[in-house]
Each structure stands twice: as C-alpha cells, then as structure tokens.
C-alpha cells in the first residue's frame, strides 16, 4: 500500500497520465463515446477529450448492500435495471434474492431515476449500437461498477469496448480483461485499500461540475 499511496497527485493528472497509454488519434478518429461510470470517471474522461469533439454521458448505478453491513456492496443496479451480484458474498451472508431485487427496484426508483432528469433532463441512456465505447472510471475498488456497465452496454451490440482507470487491483483487472476488448490503465496493485488514498487530492465533485461537464461535451 505505501509504494503507491498518493502516486497520483488529482483527477487531472490522473487523466494526463493515461493519455499516455490510450490511443487518443484513434479515440478522435474513431469517434469513440467516452461513458463514465462515477463523478470521478466523468471528470478524468473530461480531461482525457480536452478539446477533441468525442461525446461523454455518464451511465448511472447505485450500490446494494448487504442489510447488516452499509460497507459491503454485495450488488450494483444500473440505470437500465439491469444487475450485478457477488454471488460469493450473497452466499456467504445467506441474502435472499428477494432483498436484493427490491432494493435494485428502490435505488432505480429514489437514486437512479432523480439523476437521470437531474442530470440528463429525463432522456434515456443513449443506445452504444455499433459504436465504440471507453469505460471510465477514476479507481476500483470491486470492478462492480465497470460490470455492470459492461453488462448494460454489451446489450446494445456496440462494435468495441474498452476499459480507462488509472488504478486498479490486480485480481478486478484480471477478471474484467475476459469481458472488454481492452483496458488502458497505469498501475495494478495487489493490496488495494480504498481509491482516494492513491491521490493527493481526492475532491468531492459536485452537482455543478457534473453539470456543466455533461453540459459542454455530451450531444444531448
């Protein structure tokens, strides 16, 4: 933990960095659609295009944990309702699937769907049919967030996905590496704590930000 803690020093430099790894000539050419999966990706992908004229949208989620356990995230809802579960933990905790889609029907309709309009002024998610798509995100802690977009945008039939985060454990990169067709990142870490420790600024980012990113680059 201590080789890499604080080894990026903000989300800007975090972005500059995997440019260095991303083929962005081919980004600009191919006109790949940038979709974030966090406030953090969202940022890091806003200063990844910079001034290129590729589109970002933010593909929203929401977390289902465990009824004992506000920290142990044993499955994640997409906007598109659909669902991911850690089997394993499900197991291990004896959670009903009863619990689990409820709470998949309560965060879609209290979470999900109020940033949707908050955000996205109500529209839609936009089909990836055919299209090429980059998967970003700032960290990852469980690789929860990038299946469930996977598994939200593989529906869609596009022609590629890929895969941009500066860090990100080595057994999430392994598993995720069988699912994307390819995954740009800076450091695989084997004893990964939590995401914020391996920046030296680790901000909030707030409603404005959000806004005013979606605002200026996507095609809404």
Request: one cysteine or more; charged letters at 30%.
């Amino acid at each position: 933990m201590k080789k890499y803690k604080n080894i990026l020093k903000d989300h800007k430099d975090a972005a500059q960095k995997l440019k260095d790894v991303i083929p962005m000539q081919k980004a600009k050419d191919e006109k790949w659609k940038f979709v974030a999966v966090s406030k953090g990706g969202l940022v890091i992908a806003s200063h990844i295009i910079d001034k290129q004229k590729n589109s970002i949208d933010f593909l929203f989620s929401q977390p289902i944990v465990a009824p004992n356990n506000s920290e142990c995230e044993i499955a994640r809802v997409c906007e598109s309702e659909e669902i991911v579960i850690n089997e394993k933990l499900v197991s291990a905790f004896d959670i009903k699937y009863d619990y689990i889609y409820g709470e998949a029907r309560r965060k879609h309709e209290e979470k999900i769907l109020s940033n949707i309009y908050k955000y996205r002024k109500g529209q839609p998610f936009k089909s990836m049919n055919n299209e090429i798509v980059l998967l970003v995100d700032d960290g990852s802690e469980t690789g929860m967030m990038f299946m469930v977009a996977l598994k939200t945008i593989m529906v869609m039939k596009p022609k590629a996905v890929y895969i941009a985060v500066p860090i990100i454990p080595s057994d999430v990169l392994e598993h995720l590496e069988s699912f994307t067709d390819n995954i740009f990142f800076l450091h695989n870490i084997d004893d990964y704590v939590e995401t914020s420790l391996y920046y030296e600024e680790y901000k909030n980012i707030d409603k404005e930000k959000i806004e005013k990113i979606l605002g200026d680059k996507n095609e809404i």
